[in-house]
């Protein structure tokens, strides 16, 4: 079955400091791959999408990801954050199983010191 | 062009009362998304349309939720009754088809007490 795993609950980073939020996923096959982002009382917004292509992809609010096959990763990055990116982060995977379906991971919550 | 919007935003409701939540999906989106999302967990599907078919429901908990699309646009999720596990923030969802990036609205939070 088709999973997604994000490995870490919590994060925090400085502002300014370069930011890094894994995902691993679990797929037959080359999935769609997502991030969205979540603010605290909003609903999710999507920060960068994968299809296929080149594997770094460029997304909103200064956000990269790059596609791993080999490892089953799909890593968010970010080169200096600012306060205002200290939110809930969810990856996710589109993947065709009979339907096609969005699997979530369970999130990870950044926190930024000013 | 106008987002997925939902109502409410929050609903407080005692165990076994029902409530409606309402979405109004992105203008010529055919996918419609029903998730909840638990307190420090990620979304889960619970209901998916195309048009206004169900292409999976394999996890909404049918002896007391209920959906429908009508005329393949609005939706309407229900529950009935509710229940203390219930609690949760209810996210609509739309996408152009079944396999491009879904668009979320705000949420519903809905307490149950």
């Known amino acids: 079955a088709q999973s997604v795993t994000q490995p870490d609950i919590h994060i925090t980073v400085s502002e300014g400091a370069s930011l890094e939020l894994r995902c691993n996923y679990s797929y037959g096959a080359t999935p769609y791959l997502f991030w969205y982002v979540q603010s605290p009382g909003q609903g999710l917004q999507l920060l960068l999408k994968?299809?296929?292509?080149?594997?770094l992809v460029q997304g909103i609010k200064g956000f990269e990801a790059e596609f791993k096959r080999s490892q089953s990763s799909f890593n968010l990055r970010k080169p200096s954050v600012h306060w205002s990116d200290a939110a809930e982060y969810f990856c996710a995977v589109g993947a065709n199983s009979g339907t096609y379906k969005y699997i979530f991971g369970t999130g990870t919550r950044l926190k930024v010191l000013a | 062009e106008a987002g997925v919007a939902q109502s409410p935003r929050y609903k407080i409701i005692e165990k076994r009362q029902s409530v409606a939540f309402w979405c109004n999906p992105i203008?010529?989106?055919?996918?419609l998304y029903w998730y909840q999302q638990i307190l420090g967990q990620g979304p889960k599907l619970l209901i998916q349309?195309?048009?206004?078919?169900?292409?999976?429901d394999s996890q909404l908990p049918k002896d007391r939720f209920s959906a429908e699309r009508l005329k393949g646009v609005d939706s309407t999720l229900k529950i009935q009754p509710a229940k203390l596990e219930d609690s949760a923030v209810y996210l609509c969802?739309?996408?152009?088809?079944?396999?491009?990036?879904?668009?979320f609205g705000q949420g519903t939070r809905l307490t149950v007490v």
């Open positions: 349309f195309q048009n206004n078919g169900v292409v999976d």
């Open positions: 203008s010529g989106h055919a996918t």
């Open positions: 994968y299809f296929s292509g080149d594997t």
């Open positions: 969802a739309s996408s152009l088809t079944q396999n491009t990036e879904a668009f």
